[in-house]
């Protein structure tokens, strides 16, 4: 399985950016996916994780409000919608897909999730 994400760059405090994550390869069926980021000299933080059907989310409390997870229905690609971004949001955004239950997906599994795709970086100025 490859994760491949993309749609990272610059943004100017309260702009947007919207993220991609394709899956490719053998997959595992029924699988939730979702979103981690990395700032530098920072543990890996959960951002968001949405089931397979994507009718449930789950958002970690730094971008409650802010931030949407989607999905069409049991589809392998997910999207991030990023508003009202900070120049705390800076960080390296890594997708991920893992048989665990994505409403209890949190920063505390991210050393258990089994894929991860590289990565992409998202820099906001203020």
């Known amino acids: 399985v490859q994760l491949q994400a993309s749609g990272g760059g610059l943004v100017q405090a309260g702009g947007s950016l919207r993220l991609s994550c394709i899956t490719s390869?053998?997959?595992?069926?029924?699988?939730?996916m979702g979103w981690f980021r990395q700032a530098p000299g920072k543990e890996r933080e959960f951002v968001a994780a949405?089931?397979?059907?994507?009718?449930?989310?789950n958002y970690g409390e730094a971008v409650k409000g802010r931030f949407t997870i989607s999905r069409a229905k049991y589809d392998d690609t997910i999207y991030l919608q990023m508003n009202s971004l900070t120049p705390e949001d800076t960080a390296v955004y890594y997708c991920?897909?893992?048989?665990?239950?994505?409403?209890?997906?949190?920063?505390?599994?991210?050393?258990?999730?089994?894929?991860w795709g590289k990565g992409t970086q998202v820099t906001v100025s203020s």
């Open positions: 390869g053998r997959t595992d069926s029924s699988s939730p």
């Open positions: 991920a897909r893992d048989l665990r239950d994505a409403r209890l997906w949190s920063t505390a599994i991210h050393p258990h999730i089994k894929y």
């Open positions: 949405i089931t397979w059907s994507g009718g449930s989310t």
